[in-house]
């Protein structure tokens, strides 16, 4: 999306889809957001037809993800605080110091408590 008419064509195509709450874009990211209840094969298929190339934002928040500096996710085109969403950047069950750092979590509802 290089101008504004470009941005306009797009967002409006769109937001004329059904199910479709809010739709943002950030023509610095090249990044469009739609927020509702809609299938996003059908936003890709749309944001496609009107003649840009789309393609899903392969970027999550840096603390989503369980190892986000490891060679699959860390990205240096990422922008600040992303990284690349990768399925292969998580922790092995067996690994012990996973094993430490989940006991003393306080997302574990079973952990320890030192004071």
Do not use: H
């Not at 967002?11 to 809609?38: A, C, D, E, F, I």
């Not at 037809?49 to 934002?57: I, L, V």
């Not at 969403?85 to 997302?107: G, H, I, M």
């Amino acid at each position: 999306m290089d101008c504004e008419g470009c941005e306009r064509k797009v967002k409006n195509s769109v937001s004329s889809m059904k199910g479709v709450r809010s739709v943002t874009v950030n023509r610095n990211q090249q990044k469009l957001t739609v927020t509702g209840y809609v299938d996003a094969n059908k936003v890709l298929k749309k944001v496609k037809s009107t003649g840009k190339r789309a393609e899903f934002w392969p970027y999550v928040p840096y603390n989503l993800v369980y190892y986000p500096y490891s060679s699959q996710a860390y990205d240096k085109r990422a922008p600040s605080g992303y990284v690349r969403n990768v399925e292969t950047a998580y922790p092995t069950p067996n690994r012990t110091d996973e094993k430490y750092t989940s006991l003393f979590s306080d997302d574990n509802p079973n952990a320890c408590t030192i004071m």
